[in-house]
């Protein structure tokens, strides 16, 4: 078994806010990160897929197949965006990091057919991330 | 002569309009960074002072000391905020990468009393960055 | 079950030897470490804390609270000092970045109690590191 | 148990090329990376081994011993060399990151006596890495 | 004024070897990489343009520009290359990290319109980098 | 004119005081750094030696020479030791990060005789650095 691993970087914007609390509450919880303009980060994305060695290419998967992927299901929907807004798999869910990694692994978890997903890392800022491997 | 640098990170997001243009102008020449949701970043910000060592302390300026004023004059006002709502220092310019490093020079520029401001480096991403060495 | 990981750095010093041995077995095994004068590290400190997301908040642990919880019971005994002689939770073990990792685990153990601590990284240098999972 | 991890970079070129195939399957697979002039990459290596702490030395193996093992049995091998035409363990062997990683555990997994070869985590680029944990 | 960086990363190969010198010279002189068989690096290039601000858009020059000119005069042409055998503008020059810096900035300095070509810099591994300011 | 830089990591630890100032003088100027038991820091090194480029190598200077003289010079009297008690150069001097670029210049200006040394960057942290350029 090996564990490929792809990084992808994006820069996008969010705020933490829970609607079924009242604003002194979130306030109280998200502190900062509750300000109502939203603020924004440069997103560290790292996809590992886990599989055996095709013996034919010496890959598990096709590391310009996995970036594809990534590409296309997740950073041209979340780059240069506002998760609160516009990413259409957020949508309705508070976008902390650990949300929004289980919403990539969602997105991404039939897609990869060459080996299977192992865990999506996210890493909000160079101090803070998050790794999910599923269910 | 000595260069002291004192490196912080700071989050925040904006979005790259000029009202003098039309909705199309801006689109044109911002792309993605027009959003008019924003998006935002993880800044990296590296504050140069130049100047000579003082034979009693050993140090050009106290790096407690400009970590204080970098943290009371800029990240106290930049993180977690949106540039083109929140920052006075922002308000009526464009927030680009080199007109935010213009801007915290000028904050800066009159603080530093040891040795003298000498540049001004924001880091928008790993790829990007802007130096701004004043006048 | 996701992982949340928190990244602090701090300054400390320290000398390798094991005083059940004579100077020169110490010698023999701790090189340059045996230095009586010590010698130092900015030692870089990863805390996962691994936990199901509570769904009011979307956090596994509010990293602010992790944080606060890593400065009190770690940061502000080790930051800027000598393990062999001021560190508490060190008194009469070797100081190799093993037993520092396995005693910093013994110290956060019990005092994160959203989720469960899941594993010490400690790397003394970019080049050398240790990963302790309890047990 | 504890995962000691230590950290050797190392210059090296190669082609990837499969010859049981045709030059435009080849291409087709590996487009770039099948320039029969070759290409090159400062590949990071990261050793892995598990183990528990030797309480004479508070180490769970000398990091000196197992840069000596990963110098001689590996970075003497590969370091300005070419996978294809020049390193022993790689001859007959398309030498993609996967099965260079599988590679390299095969030279080391008998060579580490103080605990065990726990993984081999190569990284080809900032952005594409792989980890192999053996059979 | 201010000075615009981009970074860009590409792989490539490279053998060092003066033609007007003997083999043992060669060798003297250039060690590992004098190697036929050729050896490679990941390369970062960081291209740095000064000038002064565009009021109209906030930038010196658009980085989607510059990275745009970098990719289509440079990274087109180095990456997954050998210098000695594939790269135009390195044709008959030993392919050091200080040629190659040269070779770059003669490649770019004519087509940076927006502000001015200020310096090449070019890191060959995390431990030798190369910088130049033209002529 | 290039500039060539060569990059090294030492480990050392320290102590901030100045004795011709009283006990409290020196806990209000150096806090922390002040600590009886000295601390430490991974400290990166980064020298810079500006010149042209000789024809017949290629080089402004063999990097493999600058490394032996850097080794020789500094790191073998640096690594895993403590400023104030064993190393030559800075006894009867404050180890500020300041001072010691200045000690390491004059160890250095004229070991280097291909090209001049152009300047001793010295990082006591990620966060912290330091530039001197001589004069």
Redesign the interface.
């Known amino acids: 078994?090996?564990?490929?691993?792809?990084?992808?970087?994006f820069?996008?914007?969010?705020r933490?806010t829970?609607p079924d609390?009242t604003d002194n509450e979130n306030v109280d919880?998200y502190?900062?990160?509750n300000?109502p303009?939203?603020?924004?980060?440069?997103y560290t994305l790292e996809i590992v897929v886990a599989g055996d060695?095709n013996p034919?290419?010496?890959?598990?998967i096709?590391?310009?197949k996995l970036k594809k992927i990534i590409k296309t299901k997740i950073i041209s929907k979340v780059?240069?965006?506002?998760f609160n807004?516009?990413v259409d798999f957020m949508q309705g869910?508070?976008?902390?990091t650990?949300?929004i990694?289980?919403g990539i692994w969602n997105e991404l978890v039939n897609e990869i057919k060459e080996g299977r997903l192992y865990s999506v890392k996210l890493l909000e800022?160079?101090?803070?991330?998050?790794?999910?491997?599923g269910g």
Do not use: F, Q, W
């Open positions: 078994m090996l564990y490929v691993t792809r990084r992808e970087v820069s996008a914007s969010h933490l829970n609390l919880i502190d900062k990160c300000n303009y939203g603020h924004g980060h440069n060695i034919k290419t010496g890959y598990v096709d590391l310009k780059d240069h965006r506002h807004y516009e869910i508070i976008p902390t650990e949300n990694a289980v800022t160079e101090n803070n991330y998050i790794e999910y491997k």
